[in-house]
């Protein structure tokens, strides 16, 4: 982390990164799909340590997509298999930095060991104050538009309003005209 000098103006509070194109830089060299994934994961090792020597406060990482879902299966099981490995090896370097874990999207559809480890990993993580990671599992575009409106909304008055009966220009009755964020913290 950082050597305690005061924080630069020109480093962003919150950097996101979509993590795509692995398995197309490792087929161009010639290489499996599941390696170019794994050399990816070397890559976010590089990119958290180096967002904490920066003071970056949030890292977001959008690591598996909703359309992910679609790919070969065994692919998919490589990603979580990848992602279960992350928070197994790295988790204690990141407690000792002082790093809070955060994960956000459809983490329903996850499988239920992973879901278990990222559940472990929050809770160990929860007091962590240097920087937030924030890993975006099973997200996608929709869903991330309209669940934060839906949760900074107070109950609305009519059963039937939900966030996928919305549409851009209707929102629920209840809800207040101020910005709501995606949460990341």
Not at 23 to 52: D, K
Request: net charge positive; with cysteine.
């Amino acid at each position: 982390m950082s050597d305690g000098s005061p924080r630069s103006d020109r480093v962003p509070r919150h950097v996101a990164i979509i993590m795509d194109g692995n398995g197309r830089w490792a087929e161009r060299r010639g290489l499996s799909r599941n390696e170019g994934h794994r050399q990816g994961l070397e890559a976010v090792r590089a990119v958290v340590r180096a967002a904490g020597d920066l003071d970056l406060e949030v890292l977001t990482l959008y690591a598996f997509s909703l359309e992910n879902w679609n790919r070969p299966q065994a692919e998919v099981s490589e990603l979580m298999r990848l992602l279960d490995h992350y928070l197994d090896v790295e988790l204690e370097e990141v407690i000792a930095n002082d790093i809070r874990v955060r994960a956000i999207g459809r983490l329903d559809r996850v499988p239920p060991s992973l879901r278990k480890r990222v559940d472990d990993a929050l809770e160990r993580t929860r007091h962590g104050r240097a920087m937030t990671l924030a890993f975006a599992l099973s997200y996608g575009g929709r869903a991330e538009i309209w669940t934060p409106p839906a949760g900074c909304c107070a109950r609305p008055s009519s059963a039937t309003w939900t966030p996928s009966s919305s549409t851009r220009r209707r929102l629920p009755p209840t809800c207040t005209r101020r910005i709501c964020r995606i949460r990341t913290c």
